[in-house]
């Protein structure tokens, strides 16, 4: 079915679960061209959404929405964050406790959550529920479904005070108890991956990838760090990154700058039967921490990535149960937070109105794509990256990418 179709084909209310599915495909179909607001196309859409909720509120026997997950999303959907829940809630760090679902609502949180954000009350008053499917309860997992040969031929468990004959479950089990806060890493098992590239075949090696994550970042909280701030993130610090890609040591530079601003960057290189490339999640104490694998060793895809993960960080990380896992190819995602995480990061990288008239990009050349690379001071392999998936030509100056200039840095890691 095409737009023209979808916006000629006669509608009415949906009495079947057929016309269901048709209506459904249509909107999705609308979705994916993102019409301009007082188009045709978007008016097409609302009505059609209009339909598919009819339908559904008649058919469906919905569950009450959990008040966390609704809070979270209409944070999302207004582009806001947690200090601006502070008029609502009384203090940042109430705000802070209610989404880490540590302090319950009261009556006063409750109206004001309402009145400001516009969620019924009904729904606010409803008990929580489990977040997702990519979470698991403690009780659920199987400690054998860890990757346990690959984890002990990375030396994960050689620090463990274990014995030789000690089991694969058992090695886990200590090893996961390095992160405390519970009987045994609470913390981790209830933790909700956001990603397209968490499944049922995948949990486990993310599971035990994570937690290796979180393990080295207690590490580097016990050294000086900076205290981390949200508001010193900011589309300047994300330039300012950026051009730290001019310098061969420019990863490491990233990792000092975002120490001082109390973020954590490391790299640690994925585990089998993963396609990660980055992470942003919060440690206990709620200090930042950015895990990058370098799946693809290119000077473009380890500076995308990582302004990627700087603005979930920014802009989506709220809470400890939480963890963006992401895949460099999804750059063309249609998930809101996505696409705005890959806007930040695009613009960080090359300005988009600087972009669009840049002879790089009418004419590229060699020449050109250096002068571009040199006025903005970036990595010429930052602006290949940009050109070769805009046009789809991936052979285009390849000579130019830096591939194999991350992975000597970090001399002590084996990548796969």
């Known amino acids: 079915m095409t737009a023209a179709m979808v916006s000629n084909m006669e509608l009415s209310v949906i009495k079947t679960y057929d016309q269901y599915k048709t209506v459904l495909h249509s909107a999705e179909l609308l979705v994916s061209l993102d019409p301009a607001t007082g188009t045709r196309e978007a008016d ?7 339909l598919v909720e009819d339908f559904e509120r008649r058919h469906f026997a919905l569950d009450t929405p959990d008040p966390i997950d609704a809070i979270e999303f209409r944070m999302t959907e207004q582009g806001l964050r947690q200090k601006d829940l502070v008029p609502l809630l009384g203090s ?16 006063q949180m409750i109206r004001g959550l309402n009145a400001g954000l516009g969620i019924p009350v009904e729904v606010l008053v409803g008990e929580a529920k489990s977040k997702s499917l990519n979470s698991y309860d403690t009780k659920e997992l199987d400690l054998a479904k860890f990757p346990i040969r690959e984890m002990e031929k990375r030396g994960w468990f050689h620090s463990l005070k274990i014995k030789v ?10 090893f996961l108890a390095q992160l405390g806060g519970g009987a045994p890493a609470h913390a981790l098992y209830r933790r909700t991956f956001r990603g397209d590239e968490v499944s049922s ?3 486990y090696s993310v599971l035990a990838w994570t937690a290796r994550v ?8 016990a050294s000086v760090l900076g205290k981390y701030e949200p508001d010193r993130i900011s589309p300047t610090l994300l330039r300012e990154l950026a051009q730290l890609s ?25 585990l089998p039967n993963t396609l990660i490339d980055g992470a942003a999640l919060l440690t206990e104490k709620g200090t930042p921490v950015i895990a990058l694998t370098i799946r693809y060793d290119r000077i473009d895809y380890f500076w995308y990535t990582l302004l990627h993960e700087l603005v979930h960080v920014w802009k989506h990380l709220n809470v400890v149960e939480e963890a963006f896992i992401d895949r460099v190819e999804n750059m063309g995602a249609t998930n809101t937070i996505e696409k705005e995480a890959n806007r930040f990061a695009r613009d960080a990288l090359i300005p988009r109105a600087l972009w669009r008239r840049s002879q790089a990009f ?14 903005i001071h970036v990595h010429p392999a930052v602006v290949v990256g940009r050109l070769q ?16 200039g991350i992975r000597k840095l970090y001399p002590d890691l084996t990548f796969s």
């Open 246 to 270: 001019w310098f061969d040591q420019g990863p490491l530079l990233a990792q000092q700058l975002l120490a001082k601003c109390g973020i954590i960057l490391l790299i640690e290189p994925r």
């Open 44 to 50: 097409r859409l609302e009505l059609l959404t209009v």
């Open 165 to 174: 004959q000690t089991s694969g479950e058992e090695r886990v089990k200590a």
């Open 389 to 404: 998936y805009e046009t789809g030509r991936y052979e285009s100056f390849r000579e130019l990418l830096g591939q194999g």
């Open 201 to 203: 075949k995948s949990y």
């Open 362 to 375: 009418l004419s590229p050349t060699r020449e050109s794509i250096q002068e571009l690379a040199d006025d």
């Open 214 to 221: 979180l393990i080295r970042a207690k590490d580097f909280e």
């Open 92 to 107: 940042r760090s109430r705000v802070s406790e209610v989404l880490a679902r540590k302090r319950p609502l009261t009556v």
